[in-house]
């Protein structure tokens, strides 16, 4: 048995819905931890090509079990459309189940997060709009409503109406808007019920069992480490943590069972939304790497932002998630590239510093120091072990592992599964 965790190390937008679904052949549950909605997994497999928001990219394996975590907060709209969009392309989504303790998102949720947004003007996060934020912070507030009051409409009632009462102060008294109703809104909610209910399990129990039977799991981890809202570029980050510890929490297992903390990694790195990110290329090589790359939000459609790997904020990830080894994705992006860079280190007021500074005010100043690598200028789509890699990308990852302190246990080199190359098994 044999529990891994595939984390976002940098920024999210890393590749690990393709790993994902690599790795999930072999695991007899797959679960979603963190975050909603605001993710968007690509997998391209015998199936064809898909985005996944909510559902784990385990989806495609017949006697694979995924399911949506208590750390996850759903869009019942979203996940019911992801469902049907499935089935309608041939997938079974029978074996799909959702934590009872998940907590809903809400249409409320979506409208303040709009309102919020729009009053920070230039200062706003550039979030993804999913009420994503909003939903977390009623988690904490204690006046979520979660997925398992669904299965009680009476309870479910009393609590929209307690939150609603609130909501609408807000909406109306602040912002100056029309009350949402709550008929409306629990006559929606009671549909969702109808169709979910089915699929609204205790989690814990299924995989404490599933332990029991020594069966593997796979945690798919959705956004980066540097979104995290301790860890991250804070404020301009996420509300749950994609960590290897928020893996724990939005799972439900115990931090002992995990045997493979699996640190994904870009080869090179991006980022959407607001906020700094010391590496990004400005010039025409960033533009390069985000058309080759088609660096676009896989949902919204938004560019981007391309940069040089950045080796300061990469240790820092690997120092608090714990990663037992990387992986490093989209190495074939950089195969047209006549040099790289990689960032060792900062320049902050006249100082070199090796770390990543948690004040937003100090990371804006940082510059980064690179160190440059010739590119090897060759495609590398088609290689299946290290040793196929030109010498120069093999150098590259080298380097990469040196800084990081990780070893690369796969790397991928292109969007198929079988684009990869498997230098250590994480299920034998
Ligand atoms: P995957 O799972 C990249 C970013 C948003 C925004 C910030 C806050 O595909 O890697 P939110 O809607 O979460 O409150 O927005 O976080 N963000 C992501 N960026 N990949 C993601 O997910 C992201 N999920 C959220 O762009 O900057
Ligand atoms: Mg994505």
């Known amino acids: ?70 750390g996850v907060v759903v869009n019942p709209a979203t996940l019911l459309k992801e469902i ?25 949720h979506m409208l303040i997060e709009k309102l919020e947004e729009e009053a920070l003007g230039d200062k706003a996060i550039g979030t993804t709009l999913k009420g994503i934020g909003p939903a977390y912070v009623d988690k904490v507030a204690r006046t979520g409503i979660r ?24 909406i109306t008294k602040i912002y100056g808007k029309p009350a949402l109703s709550l008929e409306e809104i629990y006559t929606q909610y009671c549909r969702y019920a109808d169709q979910i209910a089915p699929k609204i399990r205790d989690i ?88 080759r790359g088609h660096e676009y939000g896989s949902i919204s459609g938004r560019p981007r932002d391309c940069g040089w790997f950045d080796a300061v904020a990469a240790r820092l990830s690997a120092r608090v998630n714990g990663f037992t080894s990387i992986i490093i994705t989209r190495l074939d992006i950089l195969d047209v590239l006549p040099s790289l860079k990689i960032c060792t ?23 980064p120091i690179y160190e440059e690598l010739p590119g090897w200028e060759k495609p590398t789509s088609n290689a299946r072990t290290f040793k196929d890699l030109p010498a120069k990308a093999q150098k590259y990852i080298k380097r990469l592992e040196e800084l990081i302190g990780c070893t690369a246990s796969l790397i991928s080199v292109g969007k198929r599964r079988e684009d990869t190359i498997v230098r250590k098994a994480i299920f034998s």
């Open 1 to 70: 048995m044999t529990v891994a965790a595939v984390i976002g190390a940098q920024w999210g937008d890393e590749g690990k819905g393709k790993m994902v679904d690599m790795l999930a052949e072999k695991a007899k549950y797959v679960v979603r931890f963190s975050g909603g909605d605001n993710a968007g997994h690509t997998v391209v497999n015998p199936h064809g090509e898909f985005v996944l928001q909510l559902i784990p990219s385990g989806i495609f394996y017949p006697t694979t079990t995924c399911i949506i975590g208590n």
């Open 84 to 108: 049907d969009t499935l089935n309608s392309r041939g997938i079974d989504t029978s074996r799909l189940f959702i934590s009872d303790r998940a907590h809903l998102i809400m249409p409320y």
């Open 147 to 170: 997925a398992g009051d669904l299965l009680d409409k009476k309870y479910l009632k009393e609590r929209l109406a307690l939150a609603l009462n609130n909501k609408n102060k807000i």
């Open 204 to 291: 814990t129990a299924m995989l404490a069992e599933a332990i029991e039977r020594k069966e593997h799991i796979l945690l798919e981890g959705a956004q980066g480490m540097l979104l995290d809202p301790d860890f991250g570029t804070y404020p301009f980050g996420t509300s749950s943590s994609p960590m290897a510890g928020g893996a724990c929490l939005g799972a439900g297992i115990s931090p002992n069972k995990l045997d493979h903390i699996l640190g994904v990694f870009k080869a090179f790195q991006t980022r959407v939304g607001a906020g700094p990110m010391p590496t990004e290329i400005n010039d025409e090589t960033g533009a390069m790497i985000r058309e």
């Open 345 to 367: 280190a900062y320049k902050l007021d006249g100082k070199t510093i090796d770390y990543f500074p948690a004040s937003i005010a100090a990371l804006d100043k940082c510059q």
